[in-house]
Structure formats: C-alpha cells, structure tokens
C-alpha cells in the first residue's frame, strides 16, 4: 500500500533563516506530488505541485520554492524565512490523471 | 474567481444524532467532490468523493449529496460518534492531468457525548 512520510512534525524557526522540509511517498511510482499551506482556521492553499522530477509548477508567488530531485520526493525550502510563512504545511500526492489527494502527517512551522 | 464555501462554520451534535454538513460551489465545471476529515494537528484523510454523474453515493456510515442544479454538496454521518469531532472540508475540481481541488474552510464538528 501506499504511504507518505512527512517531516519534521513541528519547527520553530527565528526570521531570516532557512527552510527545508522533505517529503517522500512509497507504494507508488511516478506520483503527482504538492505542497499545501493551511493557515489557522483557513482552507487549503496549494503552493506547489509536480507531475514528474525536475518539473515543479508554482501556484502562487512567494518566499518559498520547491524541489524534486527523486521520483517519490519533494523538498520545500526557503532561504530566509519570513513571519508570514508560518503556518501547517502538508504534503501530498495524487495518482496520475487523478484528482483523488493523500496527504501527510502535515508539519506545523513557527517563525519567530 | 470560482470557489467553493461552507454554509455553517460549527456543528454541535449529541453523540448518536445524525449530522449533516453542507457545501456550496460556484464552479459549474466541477465535475469531481470530494470530503476531507481534520483532526486536529493532522493531515486531511479522505472519507468520500463523487463524480458529477451520480447524485448520491454510500459509504460506512457516510452519504454524499449532489444537487448540481443548485450546485450544493452535502456530507451525512449517521450516528455521529465522538471520534467524528474534526473539521470537515469539501473540495472541488475539474478533470486534468493533475489534481486540481479547489478547498473549502472547512466545518468544525463538535460531537457530545
């Protein structure tokens, strides 16, 4: 079966400093993989999403950037961290041609 | 632009009741729905989707509505348990080679014992 590991659970970061919160699936290959941003009391915002290694398209203009460097990994970083980007970040992955999502454990991110 | 809304933020029910959270969306392209359960500090675990085909569609304990002449989609859960206590999101989208699910804000259920 398949599953996705998130990590880590939860990350104080002061201002200004750098970001990297890996995500990886297993059970599947070729995976449609996406970052979500979930404010406090607000839906789900995607940031970013990809259908394939090296290939990442980008939702909304931001502080944060991703990476694919492996089939079933995905790499969300920022290089100087902002107040605004605290918030539950969560990982996720679809079958290809298929809008049915699965999501990680989600990581809660404070910046200080 | 197109999106999707909840008409209750907060559901309080007693444990046993039946609950019924309701889901509004604008966009008349949506062909695919589909429900989320939250608890709290985890990821969004899928209970149930609906084609825009079908109008209604069973699970175990669970019921989905599809109403696109109104373009409304209701969640039932029969018996309501305190393990159903979560926030629930309905999300949206049409068919493409990636998923597009467009969210709601979710409603925060509440179940008494």
């Known amino acids: 079966s398949q599953t996705i590991h998130q990590w880590p659970a939860t990350l104080v970061q002061p201002v200004g400093s750098p970001l990297s919160l890996e995500c990886t699936v297993e059970?599947?290959?070729?995976?449609?993989l996406y970052w979500y941003r979930q404010a406090a009391g607000r839906g789900l915002q995607l940031l970013f999403y990809?259908?394939?290694?090296?290939?990442i398209s980008s939702e909304v203009p931001q502080n944060l950037s991703a990476s694919r460097p492996q089939d079933r990994q995905f790499i969300l970083s920022s290089k100087k961290l902002l107040l605004s980007d605290s918030g539950f970040y969560l990982c996720?992955?679809?079958?290809?041609?298929?809008?049915?999502?699965?999501f990680g454990s989600g990581t809660q991110l404070s910046v200080l | 632009g197109e999106s999707v809304g909840l008409h209750l933020p907060t559901l309080s029910v007693q444990e046993g009741d039946n609950s019924i959270i309701n889901c509004a969306y604008s966009?008349?392209?949506?062909?695919?729905f589909i429900w989320y359960k939250q608890e709290s500090g985890k990821g969004p675990q899928f209970i149930i989707d609906?084609?825009?085909?079908?109008d209604k569609r069973q699970g175990q304990r669970v019921t989905v509505l599809l109403n696109k002449t109104v373009k409304h989609l209701s969640l039932q859960i029969a018996a309501t348990q305190p393990g159903d206590s979560a926030v629930y999101f309905c999300?949206?989208?049409?068919?493409?080679?990636?998923?597009?699910?467009?969210f709601g804000k979710g409603t925060m259920l509440l179940v008494s014992p």
């Open positions: 996720a992955w679809s079958g290809v041609e298929n809008e049915k999502l699965f």
């Open positions: 609906i084609r825009s085909n079908m």
């Open positions: 999300a949206e989208s049409t068919n493409s080679g990636y998923s597009t699910l467009t």
């Open positions: 059970g599947t290959s070729n995976p449609n």
């Open positions: 990809s259908v394939g290694i090296g290939q």
């Open positions: 966009n008349s392209a949506s062909d695919y």
